[in-house]
């Protein structure tokens, strides 16, 4: 059974850094990953997607990485600013195609 | 982007009442619908699994009876709370998938049940 670990689960840096949010899963047999973020009291906003042939994923200053043998993925935020403060949500998709999530970082971002 | 939004956002009701949230995919036909539900600090728990035109699949421990999943159209599903109860108050997010397969999965904006 596919699990999906996040640490840490709670992350509060001053405005301005760079950080790295973590992400491991036991079965390496998935299609993709995904990142998600989610601000208190709202659905999920979709961030990145790497399929599993995918090294790494950009978009602005998020850049998500993929180590699927050794079933780890990473979040980078760079330079980071109070607007990013949310819950940072990873998810995997196994063969049987049902994302299984992480229980989540929530990151607070300090002006 | 692909858009999914649910109705309603808040809801507040008396305990033994049936509830009805919908979920609507704006832009795009969405063949497989998610249900999720999500406590407080908690992450997303799979309900259910729902095809356009046919019965949806419930994950271990979730009743059908309880939760009654209509997917209709591909743009359409709604998810029924029955005879509702103060346990069930929670954070309801629905999930649309864009492609058959592997697509990228889209949520909903979530509805909040409070049970009285």
């Known amino acids: 059974k596919q699990e999906v670990t996040q640490i840490p689960a709670a992350l509060s840096v001053p405005e301005g850094e760079n950080l790295v949010l973590n992400c491991s899963f036991t079965?390496?047999?998935?299609?993709?990953l995904q990142w998600f973020r989610q601000d208190p009291g709202k659905g999920l906003t979709s961030l990145l997607l790497?399929?599993?042939?995918?090294r790494e994923q950009t978009s602005g200053r998020l850049n998500a990485s993929l180590d699927k043998s050794s079933g780890r993925s990473t979040l980078y935020i760079a330079a980071s600013q109070p607007g990013d403060s949310a819950t940072y949500l990873c998810?995997?998709?196994?063969?049987?195609?049902?994302?299984?999530f992480g229980q989540g970082t929530r990151l607070t971002i300090n002006p | 982007g692909a858009v999914v939004s649910q109705h309603p956002s808040w809801v507040i009701c008396k305990s033994g009442t049936s509830v009805k949230i919908e979920c609507r995919s704006l832009?795009?036909?969405?063949?497989?619908m998610f249900w999720y539900r999500q406590f407080p600090k908690q992450s997303l728990m799979l309900m259910a699994t729902?095809?356009?035109?046919?019965?949806?699949?419930?994950e271990q421990g979730v009743e059908k009876d309880k939760f009654l999943i209509n997917h209709a159209s591909l743009t359409l599903s709604t998810l029924t709370v029955t005879s509702a109860h103060p346990e069930d108050s929670s954070f309801y997010i629905c999930?649309?998938?864009?492609?058959?397969?592997?697509?990228?999965?889209?949520f909903g904006p979530g509805t909040r049940l409070l049970v009285l």
């Open positions: 079965d390496s047999a998935i299609y993709n």
């Open positions: 999930s649309a998938r864009l492609l058959a397969g592997v697509g990228t999965q889209y």
């Open positions: 729902s095809n356009e035109g046919s019965k949806a699949t419930y």
């Open positions: 998810a995997v998709r196994p063969e049987d195609q049902k994302l299984v």
């Open positions: 832009d795009f036909q969405a063949t497989t």
């Open positions: 790497i399929q599993s042939s995918q």
